[in-house]
């Protein structure tokens, strides 16, 4: 019965759903590559661990991803691939995901159970962990609560740290695009290539993808809007916290390759032959105490012709809707004043000696009259200079050269208490909405972290934030039945922002002055 099946599926052309009724019958898709079998699971198709493109191990280590080999038969995808190569060094992340490997260019699908082709839009979503760390197979990424309205869900692996962002001069020399660097973002382009080609055999519309991500998978999605690679790829964009907009410059080439070349001393080796040959593990380690020295995003000349500022300048970027925000606590005041206490007249030392001539600007728009004033005004300032400012940036130079509308938020919920322990401690709700903080709201997954005590106002705060974002992926607008009205950043002066937290509700932007300081200081304006 079995082989019947499969040789009915063979007849299947890409593209189209398989006719498998909702009984529990495990769901058989036929992609370009080969046929899929998937999980049936209360109304959704589950696909997990299907690999976008080839390994990138061996003679494919630093690498632009090559095209997945095709396979005969049936190949199940019911359990999550590899995570990427990685240490764990984020407390808050929990992976299903089986081990880290090389071999990790596989993403996840969560569909809802349709026959034929449904033409559902898709969303794409991009894991944070500052390049170094995450994986798709993370719960707060989870695909269902999305599925289960209407959407075609994916997360997706991609290179990280030292095996992702790596330069060197022999890497550079054997491209035939003459660069190195970036394969951690030539990785998202290639699973955006992926689900252009497949995602119509899932249900999904290949016209109506939305990409998305927090943090570094916030970075991710404004990177993926600045390159020509794959800017055609997609038809809207969420940056949750982060994009590549809110430093002066990225690296060049050559720098980034000199970092590379601190590598080899380091491995005590003199080719390129012998840095593919060291093993993973032993690579990692290696890298562990110096990945900032040696790997680094760079404008390539390939995935990045110039700057993504620039690029972003010229209006040369995908011009596709845009939904964008941060958190009201992205950094602490801590990483202002270090160990010091917080007083006004340690805010001053530690802004003057910081911001030397301009201290006294930073203080007038991060001002703190009082004692009690200082951790608040230095959370604002540490969060801003962190996060905040580069995601402003971006929707502020989106709203000026975009053809599409951008709509801007801002994030004030804090997560609960922690539950408590076998030994009856827990810890109180935060003041303010940490970094990352927002990702099991806007995807609908607060019940899959165990950690906190979810009250009532919190399902509430989902809801909002989940159909503002469902609303835009569907429509390219966050706007719809039992939400509040969300108006598009008008370009050139104060915006409107979503205040999402219990009463969400719409304001004239509060701290403009902020971010104009900002990018003086930063951009150098």
């Not at 699971?41 to 661990?49: A, N, T, V």
């Not at 990138?56 to 995808?77: D, F, S, Y």
Request: contains cysteine; hydrophobic residues 35%.
């Amino acid at each position: 019965m079995r082989l019947l099946i499969a040789l009915a599926l063979h007849a299947i052309t890409p593209g189209v759903m398989s006719q498998l009724n909702n009984n529990g019958i495990p769901p058989h898709i036929k992609t370009a590559n080969g046929i899929l079998e998937g999980i049936n699971d209360s109304g959704l198709y589950i696909f997990k661990g299907v690999p976008f493109a080839a390994p990138p191990i061996g003679e494919l280590r630093w690498k632009e991803p090559q095209p997945v080999k095709n396979w005969t038969g049936i190949r199940k995808a019911a359990a999550f691939g590899p995570r990427a190569m990685q240490r764990p060094i984020y407390s808050d992340m929990m992976f299903r995901s089986d081990g880290v490997s090389e071999d990790c260019l596989y993403l996840n699908i969560w569909a809802p159970a349709q026959k034929g082709n449904a033409r559902l839009p898709v969303l794409v979503y991009f894991y944070g962990g500052g390049l170094m760390a995450g994986d798709g197979s993370e719960y707060r990424y989870e695909g269902a609560s999305m599925a289960r309205r209407g959407i075609v869900a994916i997360t997706v692996n991609y290179r990280l740290s030292i095996f992702g962002f790596f330069a060197h001069p022999e890497l550079t020399k054997e491209s035939p695009h003459h660069a190195s660097g970036n394969y951690g973002f030539l990785d998202q382009t290639a699973a955006l290539r992926w689900v252009k080609q497949n995602i119509a055999a899932f249900g999904g519309d290949p016209n109506k993808v939305t990409i998305a991500g927090e943090s570094a998978g916030s970075f991710s999605v404004s990177a993926q809007m600045a390159s020509p690679l794959s800017k055609q790829l997609f038809n809207g964009a969420i940056g949750e916290s982060g994009s590549l907009l809110g430093s002066s410059t990225l690296t060049s080439l050559a720098d980034a390759e000199q970092k590379g070349m601190r590598l080899a001393e380091l491995a005590g080796v003199k080719t390129l032959a012998e840095l593919r040959a060291i093993p993973a593990e032993k690579l990692q380690e290696l890298a562990a105490n110096h990945e900032r020295e040696i790997f680094t995003t760079s404008v390539d000349g390939y995935f990045f012709p110039q700057s993504p500022r620039r690029i972003f300048e010229a209006g040369e970027q995908a011009q596709v809707p845009l939904l964008v925000g941060w958190n009201s606590q992205e950094g602490y005041y801590t990483s202002i004043l270090g160990r010091d206490t917080p007083t006004t007249a340690n805010y001053a030392k530690a802004l003057q000696q910081q911001y030397g001539d301009r201290a006294a600007d930073v203080l007038k728009v991060y001002a703190a009259a009082t004692d009690d004033e200082v951790q608040q005004a230095g959370t604002a300032l540490a969060g801003d200079r962190f996060i905040g400012f580069g995601t402003w940036k971006w929707s502020d130079i989106q709203s000026q050269t975009g053809s599409k509308p951008v709509y801007r938020y801002f994030y004030t919920h804090p997560r609960p208490a922690t539950k408590a322990t076998a030994t009856g401690a827990s810890k109180p709700a935060a003041k303010g909405a940490s970094h990352s903080s927002e990702i099991e709201y806007a995807m609908g997954n607060l019940a899959t972290n165990p950690v906190y005590d979810w009250q009532p106002e919190d399902y509430k705060v989902s809801q909002t934030m989940q159909t503002y974002f469902a609303n835009f992926i569907r429509t390219g607008n966050p706007n719809g039945p039992g939400v509040p009205e969300w108006h598009p950043v008008k370009s050139g002066g104060p915006a409107t922002v979503m205040y999402i937290d219990v009463n969400t509700k719409e304001e004239t932007e509060k701290h403009r002055d902020r971010y104009l300081l900002m990018e003086q200081i930063i951009l150098k304006k």
